[in-house]
């Protein structure tokens, strides 16, 4: 008896041993998971090092028509708080969540923004990208006044999820938010120098629309044809028309969708490929866009540079 009672404390003294550094030292991270790269790069800048982040749609990924994997629902079981777009862009979230069992706050980045309505002729759904929107265009980063929002969004939930890191968040965001502001002056200055009859070009997939409606630029994607190369003749008749009509200068790739439909456009019509922009994902961090900040800086010195210049 007296010995068992010896073994249970020693074995209680060990417990409490091998808890105690952690919480002394409080150096446990907040579990973090983002549906995809542009929100995870939104999630870091904020959380910094009290976070450990999972991203789960990563560089040039397409969180339209993701597959969850296993790794994904530990992420997902693991996490105290899950950042999501909304907006019925990352439909699969709602299932994963459901699924991993998750137990975390579930803070939705959009949170806030007014939604522009989505074109009701553009349908992505029919192969590939598969847009699910009902209605809405989920594409609200490209405004980086929503992006103000999705990083105030992201710091309230962090807070939220982890008191003690407050005063971190909150200078965190602060220093981020004015970064954000640079690089919109950085997008509205471009736009200014691009000849105003020269604002327009054309991408393959209809992921633009809260910039354009920003920054007063045209962009056309082409109405009713899918994202896979297979466009009918019809419809790439059509552009090719629009194009000349409309002397729009460039047509532009983009990271997540298939060159083959822009190239062949820009071959028939005689505009110039204006080079890649980035949509829906970040590159590689050794690519162009490997920031959301990275990111807007190049798409538009991409447009600038191609709709700036003289005729192709
Ligand atoms: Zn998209």
Redesign the pocket.
């Known amino acids: 008896m007296p010995n068992r009672r010896a073994l249970l404390g020693a074995l209680a003294a060990g417990l409490i041993l091998a808890h105690a550094p952690m919480a002394a030292t409080a150096q446990e991270k907040l579990p973090v998971v983002a549906s995809f790269s542009i929100l995870g790069d939104f999630v870091k800048e904020v959380g910094g090092d009290r976070i450990a982040l999972t991203t789960l749609v990563g560089p040039n990924g397409?969180?339209?028509v993701y597959s969850p994997t296993p790794a994904d629902a530990k992420a997902m079981a693991g996490a105290k708080l899950i950042v999501i777009n909304g907006l019925k862009?990352e439909g699969w979230m709602t299932r994963l969540i459901k699924s991993s069992g998750a137990k975390a706050t579930v803070a939705t980045a959009t949170t806030g923004i007014t939604p522009l309505e989505a074109d009701d002729d553009h349908d992505?759904d029919k192969k590939g990208?598969g847009?699910d929107h009902g209605g809405v265009d989920?594409?609200a980063w490209q405004n980086v006044a929503n992006a103000r929002i999705y990083v105030a969004n992201i710091r309230d939930a962090l807070v939220k999820a982890d008191p003690a890191g407050q005063a971190n968040y909150e200078a965190n965001a602060t220093r981020y938010l004015a970064q954000l502001d640079a690089v919109e002056a950085e997008v509205k200055a471009a736009i200014a120098r691009i000849p105003a009859d020269r604002r327009k070009a054309i991408t393959s997939?209809?992921?633009f629309g809260y910039f354009v409606k920003a920054y007063g630029i045209e962009f056309i994607a082409p109405q009713g044809v899918s994202t896979e190369a297979e466009a009918s003749a019809k419809d790439v008749g059509r552009i090719i028309r629009q194009i000349k009509a409309e002397k729009i200068p460039a047509v532009f790739l983009e990271n997540?969708t298939n060159p083959r439909l822009v190239e062949r456009i820009a071959k028939e019509s005689g505009a110039r490929i204006g080079g890649r922009i980035f949509?829906?994902a970040l590159s590689d961090a050794a690519g162009p866009a490997g920031t959301y900040i990275a990111m807007m800086k190049h798409n538009i010195s991409q447009i600038e540079k191609a709709l700036a210049a003289g005729p192709a």
Do not use: K, L
């Open positions: 397409d969180a339209h862009f992505h990208h847009h989920p594409h997939h209809d992921a997540v949509s829906d």
